[in-house]
């Protein structure tokens, strides 16, 4: 649309004829139509085209792209059963910085929308400000006419009454220099004026960088012209009318008194200096103006692009906050799942093994009870056919004899003596079960110790193996997230050089249109001073009243288009965006509530099993420290009652101590007296 407005700036003079103008208006409001859906199929194209290279997919056709504007988004599904978890969610951040950059190239359009609409606001000042300046112009033009007229009566009376009357001569002679003086005055500065009018033109030209202002400027300076050259293109019935008039008048000013005259020639050349003044006012509040409307043009263009960073930095902290959270979670379920897994493995493991253990235990302690009664039988056997063959010698001996009953007396003595033996051999099979059970227990106790010990090892090394994990995995993410930004921001900055490239081009493109109308409005101005001067006014006119309208009509309806195209994309972007956060919502939501589930449970699981595997160790740990502690309490009895003798005992032995230590005493005072008698006897 800026383009198409551009290009309409720069048409030639002529007037545009109604046929051609309905004609481009109808092409530009089609254009205008095309031009969202165009971008939509930009961006639908990008977006696909970084999809199909991650999932090494062919990418389709430019035509069949603009034709179904939202088949990438229709075929997720196909593409969500080829890839993987990882890579849909990879393909999902991609695409929602996708639509943060193309927020972005939205919101830089809207702003080179505002300065555009910021820079005709004040092309429309500057102009009104310029046609107020030329119309003071054109006063003060039409007052030096004036003013050249009443001078010209005025000669010609002085002419007269010098003729009339010589002896005045002298004050006639002072006026007509007075009023000369003025003419040449008033004439410098009318010519002041007209050469200022091209120049204003120039400058506002310059400054607006359109055509339309200075078509106004060219027609308010030919206006001067025309007023400036009036007096000459009149016919003759005019003229026969301005002599009869300046009869007249020169009849009543030769009835006023010379001083009168003089006063108001003083009080017109006044009026042109408070009107030149006016202008020169008018000038400096035009600069002054135009200086604050570039100040607050940039000021509002640093608040825009405040704004923008700060949008841009809400925008990155938010979606870096998401995605370190869904990682967070996502990485939380992995490590609890393998956490899990582990567990569950290694206690099948170990349930596997101590069973198999057991089980062996038990099938050598049957074996060893089936070898020893195996013995014991035999051994019991071999004695009783020792001892019966030794009886049967003994009855053999005594049946010769024939002794009845004695042989009752030794089948009864016979049958206590088995009795007995097998009272004696429960007996030793009960506390043979006894202190093998005893034992089995003992050695399923110190299985149990070493089977905490290595799980507890092994959960440790478990441990720093999936820590070692985790950090790697972190590292690894964090090194394709940071490939994928420097990715993005160099893809950002090409896209703001080619921006930056176009504009210049498009800068360069008009200065040229510009330079290339400016020679075109020369040789127009030209030519148009060599034809028809009399139809001027009119034709000017008729051109001015076309211009008018045509403007009006254009900025209504491209105000009208824009508005409509503007309502239009806001209201669709507005539905889309709604649509995607309520899906994203929704999907983040059921994804959290479904990990929070699954972990609530496989937490309180976990729990329940190390709950009970902590209470039957502390079970385990109360009932050894208790025998501990009984031992230990005996043994501290037994110092306690070594230390009280040990206490007496050095008593007794201080006391003797002290003893000795008092005879000592007294054999050194013996001593010392024995000395002190030798020497007296010495």
């Known amino acids: 649309a800026q383009i198409n407005s551009r290009a309409f700036s720069t048409t030639s003079f002529t007037p545009i004829p109604t046929s051609h103008r309905a004609h481009r208006l109808e092409n530009e409001r089609a254009i205008s139509n095309l031009e969202p859906i165009t971008i939509l199929n930009k961006k639908m194209n990008r977006n696909y085209v970084l999809k199909s290279e991650e999932s090494n997919d062919k990418p389709r056709d430019s035509s069949d792209s603009q034709l179904n504007i939202y088949v990438p988004i229709i075929r997720t599904d196909i593409i969500e059963d080829k890839l993987d978890l990882m890579s849909s969610e990879y393909d999902d951040r991609v695409s929602m910085v996708s639509e943060e950059l193309d927020k972005y190239d939205d919101d830089e359009i809207l702003i080179t929308d505002s300065f555009e609409v910021i820079k005709q606001s004040d092309g429309k000042d500057k102009e009104i400000l310029q046609h107020q300046s030329h119309e003071d112009i054109s006063l003060i033009s039409c007052d030096t006419l004036n003013l050249g007229i009443l001078e010209k009566e005025f000669s010609s009376d002085i002419k007269e009454s010098e003729i009339r009357h010589p002896k005045d001569k002298t004050s006639y002679e002072t006026m007509l220099e007075i009023l000369n003086n003025v003419e040449t005055t008033t004439r410098s500065e009318s010519y002041q004026d007209s050469s200022y009018t091209p120049s204003t033109t120039s400058n506002g030209h310059n400054d607006k960088s359109s055509i339309k202002s200075k078509l106004e400027n060219l027609m308010n300076y030919l206006d001067v012209v025309e007023m400036d050259n009036e007096g000459s293109d009149r016919d003759d019935k005019s003229v026969l009318n301005e002599n009869n008039r300046m009869e007249t008048e020169i009849y009543e000013i030769l009835k006023r008194p010379p001083k009168k005259l003089a006063e108001e020639i003083i009080i017109l050349n006044l009026k042109i200096e408070d009107h030149i003044r006016t202008e020169k006012s008018l000038e400096e509040e035009l600069q002054i103006h135009k200086e604050s409307l570039s100040s607050s043009s940039h000021q509002f263009q640093k608040e825009l692009k405040h704004r923008l960073k700060m949008q841009k930095q809400e925008y990155d902290s938010a979606i870096s906050r998401h995605q370190n959270f869904i990682d967070q979670l996502i990485e939380d379920k992995k490590t609890l799942r393998d956490q899990a897994d582990s567990l569950l493995s290694e206690q099948n493991h170990l349930e596997k093994k101590y069973d198999d253990g057991i089980k062996g235990l038990e099938s050598r302690h049957t074996a060893e009870i089936r070898r020893l009664k195996s013995l014991y039988e035999s051994s019991s056997k071999l004695k009783q056919e020792k001892w019966l063959d030794e009886k049967t010698k003994r009855i053999k001996e005594q049946t ?226 208790e025998v501990e502690i009984k031992d230990l309490k005996e043994e501290n009895e037994v110092i306690r009652d070594k230390h009280a003798k040990s206490r007496d005992d050095l008593r007794k032995k201080e006391e003797e101590n002290l003893v000795l230590m008092a005879v000592c005493k007294q054999r050194e005072l013996y001593a010392e007296e024995m000395q002190r008698v030798i020497l007296d006897l010495g």
């Open 400 to 625: 010769v004899k024939g002794l009845e009953p004695e042989l009752q007396r030794l089948v009864a003595r016979h049958v206590q003596e088995i009795k007995k033996m097998e009272s004696d051999k429960t007996q030793s099979l009960l506390l043979q079960e006894r202190e093998i059970h005893q034992r089995h227990l003992q050695h399923v106790q110190e299985l149990r110790s070493i089977w905490d010990h290595e799980q507890v090892e092994l959960i440790q090394k478990e441990r720093e193996i999936l820590m070692n994990r985790h950090t790697q995995h972190l590292e690894e993410i964090r090194v394709v997230h940071r490939e994928e930004l420097d990715r993005l921001q160099e893809q950002l900055t090409r896209e703001r050089d080619r921006n930056l490239d176009e504009r210049g081009h498009f800068e360069r493109e008009a200065e040229q249109i510009r330079r290339i109308a400016k020679q075109r409005a020369k040789d127009e101005i030209e030519r148009i001073k060599e034809e028809e001067e009399n139809k001027r006014r009119t034709l000017l006119k008729k051109h001015s009243n076309e211009l008018s309208l045509l403007r009006e009509n254009e900025t209504e309806d491209r105000l009208e288009w824009e508005r409509n195209c503007r309502g239009r994309l806001d209201e669709e972007w507005r539905l889309k965006e709604e649509h995607i956060r309520r899906t994203i919502t929704s999907q983040k939501e059921e994804e959290l509530r479904e990990a929070i589930h699954q972990s609530e449970n496989k937490v309180n699981q976990y729990k329940e099993n190390a709950q009970n595997e902590i209470d039957e160790r502390i079970m385990r740990l109360k009932e050894r420290y």
